[in-house]
């Protein structure tokens, strides 16, 4: 026996004595279907705003020494990329822009993907600005800061007593 009476018309489910508990399950099913769509693409993008066209996926390590950070970015050209660092944060950017076109007998096929992006990822601990290198190949963007001494950890020694 349920807890909450649960009443069916007509494919709908009501809740007797809690109104308005249906379209609030409505709306929470929506949300998360809409949480659920495809990760690379914005909720901005989704809705036709003005945001990011596609999100990047990335990878952060991080040694006693240095910070590294990784962006698979295909289809894209380095000069199309944009990287800005400050102590605390690696700014990338940029646009992808390609287009494939094959033709055969009679037909032409042609695919055209376009987009910007963006992303800003906090750094764990403090870099040197001056000692970042970035290299792109094959795809990947792979940004090397080196730590400043004050971001760097350092042993404390414990004394007893």
Do not use: C
Request: net charge neutral.
């Amino acid at each position: 026996m349920p807890l909450i009476p649960v009443r069916r018309r007509g494919g709908m489910t009501e809740f007797p004595g809690l109104p308005g508990l249906s379209d609030f399950r409505s709306e929470m099913n929506r949300l998360f279907d809409g949480l659920l769509m495809w990760p690379a693409i914005t909720p901005a993008a989704a809705e036709g705003g003005d945001g990011p066209a596609w999100l990047p996926t990335i990878d952060v390590a991080e040694t006693d020494a240095a910070v590294q950070v990784r962006m698979e970015l295909p289809g894209v050209a380095p000069k199309d990329v944009d990287v800005n660092v400050t102590a605390e944060r690696l700014a990338i950017s940029g646009e992808k822009k390609s287009a494939t076109e094959s033709k055969g007998n009679g037909w032409t096929h042609r695919e055209s993907h376009y987009g910007r992006f963006s992303r800003t990822i906090p750094l764990p601990d403090a870099v040197d600005p001056a000692k970042v290198t970035a290299r792109f190949e094959n795809g990947i963007l792979t940004v090397e800061m080196a730590k400043t001494q004050a971001g760097k950890p350092h042993k404390v020694a414990i004394t007893a007593g």
